[in-house]
């Protein structure tokens, strides 16, 4: 199945698409986190493009070169979800499934915050509800540990120097799961001007992933959710896993896997299985 790299106008802005599957096929929407981009969907994108599913995985905000605005107010929540609902509009998606991993995931639970109607199935990766992480952040030990780099993220300057010297060394550490393919591309978008700043400017917009935004609530979701979840996941513990539970007010299924936080990487087989009972069980009417 062949996966088109596309230029894509909306939101005032251009990004970098893939794009796969019939144009009739029930849409399926997929958003990268950090530091990676749309390339880590191409194994999923495949499958399910073959199953006949229509497939969207944009370069989000900040990287995409035609979508790096400057200053850190233009990554907010609201910011980065309207861009999924702009880039839907465009394609004509007015309902559609989401998959999210990483920031990809937060994006996708701020989608379901501001439109929640347009989402026929959500598929978060890695990270839970915003709510119960950003309270694990603030109230769970473990939890605090694991995102002190957020910390580090938000200091403007000292993060892009640190992450950017000996060549992306850190970066290069970061991508633990990786083929040399996938970190050439990603290599090429952060060596880009302006990219990595944009795309730590997510995390400085959030304050550090705080969920109380004055724009985006944060509250009970009714839309049929899958989590997954790696057990051996660095940057997110288990406190805010099972306390995302409490916020799901509709069909809910959680996936523990023995894995890190690379799931596409690590366990793709049992992931993308994973993602296709959820699309199967929650179709989208005709």
Do not use: K
């Not at 790096?68 to 559609?96: I, K, S, W």
């Not at 910390?151 to 060549?167: H, I, R, S, V, Y």
């Not at 985006?216 to 288990?238: C, E, K, M, S, Y």
């Amino acid at each position: 199945m062949t996966v088109e790299l596309r230029e894509v106008s909306a939101a005032g802005f251009r990004f970098r698409c893939r794009l796969a599957g019939p144009a009739e096929g029930e849409p399926v929407i997929l958003l990268h986190g950090f530091p990676e981009t749309s390339r880590m969907w191409l194994p999923v994108m495949e499958r399910l493009a073959a199953e006949g599913y229509r497939c969207l995985a944009p370069d989000q905000r900040g990287y995409s070169p035609g979508a790096r605005p400057r200053g850190v107010e233009h990554y907010t929540y609201a910011h980065l979800a309207g861009d999924v609902l702009a880039l839907a509009n465009v394609f004509d998606m007015p309902r559609f499934h989401l998959v999210g991993h990483d920031w990809g995931a937060g994006v996708g639970w701020a989608v379901l915050a501001i439109d929640p109607d347009r989402v026929a199935s959500f598929s978060a990766l890695s990270v839970p509800h915003l709510a119960a992480f950003g309270r694990a952040i603030r109230e769970d030990e473990d939890q605090r540990q694991r995102s002190q780099y957020i910390q580090f993220f938000l200091e403007e300057g000292a993060a892009e120097a640190a992450l950017t010297a000996n060549d992306f060394a850190a970066l290069r550490r970061i991508w633990s799961a990786h083929s040399p393919e996938e970190i050439e591309e990603y290599l090429r978008t952060f060596r880009e001007p302006g990219a990595l700043t944009a795309a730590l400017n997510w995390y400085r917009a959030s304050r550090g992933i705080d969920p109380e935004d004055e724009e985006v609530r944060f509250g009970l979701v009714h839309t049929p959710t899958l989590l997954i979840w790696g057990n051996r996941d660095q940057a997110i513990g288990r406190a805010a896993v099972e306390a995302a539970a409490a916020y799901m007010a509709g069909p809910y299924r959680f996936v523990e896997l023995d894995a890190g936080h690379w799931l596409v990487q690590e366990a793709g087989e049992r992931v993308t299985e994973e993602i296709r009972r959820h699309l199967r069980q929650n179709p989208i009417p005709t």
